[in-house]
Nanobody, 120 residues
């Protein structure tokens, strides 16, 4: 069992930066693939970024590529998502999730989410 708690969301202006954090407790955080997802009002949840268990492999959706960085600290059981040059369309609830396998791209554990609102 893994518990995930996101933090770092808030209300920012377009062009600002934010760093989201996801603190994990429970077993074997360092063995899990971690992902960041978001869900905007009236839209389906979408994956934003994911990082392999070791941190060596990273993936980003096109809309955030080049202005976001995912990282993890396995000693602190924490995964981060730094987002720069924020746009109003980045407004969403952001969730982190933990999954067992990079290739399966499935996630077993989810946090409660943190709201990011970007004003124009």
């Amino acid at each position: 069992q893994v518990q995930l708690i996101e933090s770092g969301g808030g209300l920012v202006q377009a062009g600002d930066s934010l760093r989201l954090s996801c603190a994990a407790s429970g077993r074997a955080f360092s063995s899990y693939v971690m992902g960041w997802f978001r869900q905007a009002p009236g839209k389906n949840r979408e994956i934003v970024s994911r990082i392999s268990a070791s941190g060596e492999i990273k993936w980003y959706t096109d809309s955030v590529k080049g202005r976001s960085t995912i990282s993890r600290d396995n000693r602190k059981n924490t995964v981060y998502l730094e987002m720069n040059s924020l746009k109003p369309e980045d407004t969403a609830v952001y969730y982190c999730a933990a999954g067992p396998n990079w290739f399966a791209n499935q996630y077993e554990y989810w946090g409660q989410g943190t709201q990011v609102t970007v004003s124009s």
